[in-house]
Nanobody, 129 residues
Framework: QVLLVESGGGLVQAGGSLRLSCAAS????????MGWFRQAPGKEREFVAA????????YYADSVKGRFTISRDNAKNTVYLQMNSLNPEATAVYYC??????????????????????WGQGTQVTVSS
C-alpha cells in the first residue's frame, strides 16, 4: 500500500506561482513513475505532468509547458510541481499519482497518461483574475 499526500494548494492571483508537494510512503518511490493530474469543476480529470522513475524524463501537457515544472527528491520520497504564470484556467483540484515499479514493457507511447496505481486525495488550487 502506498499513501500519497498532496500539499501546497491555495488561492493565488493570476500571474502568481505555487509549488505543490506530494509526499509518498513506501520503499519503492525511487523506481516509481509519478504524475500530476487536475480536475476542474464540471470537467474530466486531465494530465498535467509526469516524471519517470526509470530515467527521470519529464512529460507535460501542452497547456502547461514552459510554465510548470515537475521534479522529485527521492531522498524525501517527494514529488513537486512548480507552477508559474498561473491563469484562472488552472483552477482545479490537483492530484498526485504513482505508478509503482512498472516493468520495462510498460513504457509504450503515452505511458504517462494512464496506468497509475495510487492517487492522493487532492489539493485545491484557485487562481483569481
Amino acid at each position: 500500500q502506498v499513501l500519497l499526500v498532496e500539499s501546497g494548494g491555495g488561492l493565488v492571483q493570476a500571474g502568481g506561482s505555487l509549488r505543490l508537494s506530494c509526499a509518498a510512503s513506501g520503499r519503492t518511490f525511487s523506481s516509481s513513475d509519478m504524475g500530476w493530474f487536475r480536475q476542474a469543476p464540471g470537467k474530466e480529470r486531465e494530465f498535467v505532468a509526469a516524471i519517470s522513475g526509470r530515467d527521470g524524463i519529464t512529460y507535460y501537457a501542452d497547456s502547461v509547458k514552459g510554465r510548470f515544472t515537475i521534479s522529485r527528491d527521492n531522498a524525501k520520497n517527494t514529488v513537486y510541481l512548480q507552477m508559474n504564470s498561473l491563469n484562472p484556467e488552472a483552477t482545479a483540484v490537483y492530484y498526485c499519482a504513482a505508478r509503482i515499479a512498472p516493468p520495462p514493457w510498460a513504457y509504450g507511447s503515452g505511458w504517462y497518461l494512464r496506468g497509475y496505481d495510487y492517487w492522493g486525495q487532492g489539493t485545491q488550487v484557485t487562481v483569481s483574475s
